[in-house]
């Protein structure tokens, strides 16, 4: 995938998260919003699965501990979401571990639990086109 390819779907998926936020407001579960946010996305035609297991590889092998990403969006990005009073670093962290365990160029932590969405996203780049 191209650099503007990624960056038109990253607009899509922020379109998507911003009317999901204008529909449902702040406050409400995570997993209220991950359905939302699924369904909208779906209905641009895009492919989205969520809770997707990652494992956990060290040196070729995979090893017993898995982790589950909120949604993968066409194979190529993930989001992460939280509906929580402030994003911490530690949540910025998985993200970016998920990003790099998989190979994932880029990815968006959005936190529904805000006022306006735009102060509850963040995006994150893994060696986004070295």
Do not use: W
């Not at 503007?4 to 449902?24: N, P, S």
């Not at 997993?31 to 040196?59: A, D, F, H, W």
């Not at 910025?92 to 936190?111: P, T």
Request: some cysteine; aromatic content about 10%.
């Amino acid at each position: 995938m191209i650099k503007d390819e990624y960056e038109r779907l990253g607009k899509t998926i922020l379109d998507c998260a911003f009317e999901v936020h204008k529909e449902l407001g702040p406050g409400l579960l995570e997993s209220i919003y991950e359905e939302c946010l699924c369904e909208e996305l779906r209905n641009k035609g895009v492919t989205v699965q969520s809770q997707v297991y990652l494992p956990l590889k060290y040196k070729g092998r995979k090893l017993d501990k898995y982790f589950r990403i909120d949604l993968l969006v066409e194979n190529v990005i993930i989001v992460e979401i939280k509906s929580v009073h402030d994003i911490y670093p530690i949540d910025e962290a998985q993200l970016v571990s998920y990003m790099r365990l998989s190979d994932i160029k880029l990815g968006y932590l959005f936190n529904f639990n805000t006022v306006l969405l735009k102060d509850g996203i963040k995006r994150k780049v893994n060696n986004y086109f070295k």
